[in-house]
Structure formats: structure tokens, C-alpha cells
């Protein structure tokens, strides 16, 4: 589909583990966004980068956690050393618009991590 | 710092009546306001916005007013339907900064 992509859907890791959660953004689209949603709460902000460049980095929590987006289009984000406060489902969303303009957020069905 | 606030966690509505959900927010700075919803298992999906320099946006059932001196919007569905029940987010942009409320479940009883 032309939708966003992220993977795993699901993923369950010990306590210690390093995970990484891969997006797909639509293509085209310059900004691409990380959200943690945790159980009963909105979407919350990690990062955001617009083509390769990650303009904001205020939402991550730790240094534990580290985003990329090397040629502009697909993300990673990597969580070291997982703790139980890391489990929530993570959202990525991207939109067509770069500095300056706005367009909606479009939304992957995200990842639902679970630290045990 | 929540900065935009949903103070109902869960609206419950005869089908064919309206629907109100509301939202405020602190920040004086957004530019845009926007709602989506999210059904179980999937991401939100965006279903209205607004400007900061309008007060109403219609788009068929859906109707967005934005009060930007009580910095309150609310978000009109009429006639609600079944299919409407879902968690409907409100969100406040400031330029590519976008923040969440924490979600109001809505449920529309046949």
C-alpha cells in the first residue's frame, strides 16, 4: 500500500535487549516523526527529522535512544539496553511538508514493544 | 508539560445525536489544530483541521470551532453513527512541533 510502514508490529524483548524499529514513510514525504504512546495516553514525541537531517531530538527520553534517517527516507529507531518504562507502542508519521509549511500527519499502525 | 488537554476520557452518544468533543491547550504559539481517530491496532488518522485564523471548519458531518481566547476547540459530529465510535485525538501544531492530547474514547450506541 502507499500507506506507512513500520516493523515489527509486535515485539517482545528481555530487559537489557537492544531493539530496532524500522519505518517506511509515504514517499515523497520530507518530514518523518517518532511518537511513544503509552498504554491509555496520547501520542508523545521523540524526534523528528526532515529528509536526512533530525531537526529535534527533545522528545527522547535517554541516550538509550537514537534515531536515524541516513538517505531521507526510511528511519530506525534504536532503543539500547531496554528498560520496562521503554514498553508503549512507538508511532512513526510522516508528512509532506518541510520547514515552513504544514500538512497532516500520516500514521503507521505502529510497534508494540513489551519489555519483560 | 501537557500543553493540550482532552479532560473527558470517554464520551458515550445515541446514535444520530451529536456528538461534542473538547479539547484545550496552553500554547499560544500553535497555528494549527487538528483531530484524528484511532480505531484498536492501527495509527490515528487525520479527519479535520483548523486554522488559527478561522474559528469553524465544516468537512460533511464534522464540524472543527476553534475559541483561540478560552484556547478551546471542540470537535462536532452530527448525526454520530456506530461506525464513529473509535479514540479521538486532538492535536495543536507550532510549525512542525505537534502535540497530542491524551485522547477521548467515543462510543455511539445503536
Known amino acids: 500500500g502507499a500507506g506507512v510502514s513500520q516493523s515489527p508490529r509486535y515485539k517482545v524483548a528481555k530487559r537489557g535487549q537492544d531493539v530496532a524499529l524500522r519505518c517506511d514513510p509515504i514517499?515523497?514525504?520530507?518530514?518523518l516523526f517518532w511518537y511513544q504512546q503509552a498504554l491509555g495516553q496520547g501520542p508523545e514525541f521523540l524526534t523528528y527529522f526532515q529528509n536526512e537531517a533530525q531537526l529535534d531530538k527533545s522528545g527522547l527520553p535517554s541516550d538509550r535512544f537514537f534515531a536515524e534517517r541516513p538517505e531521507g527516507s526510511v528511519s530506525t529507531l534504536k532503543i539500547q539496553r531496554t528498560q520496562q518504562e521503554d514498553s508503549a507502542v512507538y508511532l512513526c508519521?510522516?508528512?509532506?511538508?518541510?520547514?515552513?509549511?504544514?500538512?497532516?500527519?500520516?500514521f503507521g499502525n505502529g510497534t508494540r514493544l513489551t519489555v519483560t | 508539560d501537557q500543553q493540550v488537554k482532552q479532560n473527558s476520557p470517554s464520551l458515550s452518544v445515541q446514535e444520530g445525536r451529536i456528538s461534542i468533543l473538547n479539547c484545550d491547550y496552553t500554547n499560544s504559539m500553535f497555528d494549527y489544530f487538528l483531530w484524528y481517530k484511532k480505531y484498536p491496532a492501527e495509527g490515528p488518522t487525520f479527519l479535520i483541521s483548523?486554522?488559527?485564523?478561522?474559528d469553524k471548519n465544516e468537512d460533511g458531518r464534522f464540524t472543527v470551532f476553534l475559541n483561540k481566547s478560552a484556547k478551546h476547540l471542540s470537535l462536532h459530529i452530527v448525526p454520530s453513527q456506530p461506525g464513529d465510535s473509535a479514540v479521538y485525538f486532538c492535536?495543536?501544531?507550532?510549525?512542525?512541533?505537534?502535540?497530542f492530547g491524551a485522547g477521548t474514547r467515543l462510543t455511539v450506541k445503536p
Open positions: 508519521a510522516s508528512s509532506l511538508a518541510g520547514t515552513g509549511g504544514w500538512s497532516p500527519l500520516h
Open positions: 483548523i486554522s488559527s485564523i478561522k
Open positions: 514517499s515523497g514525504h520530507v518530514s
Open positions: 492535536a495543536a501544531s507550532d510549525n512542525n512541533d505537534m502535540r
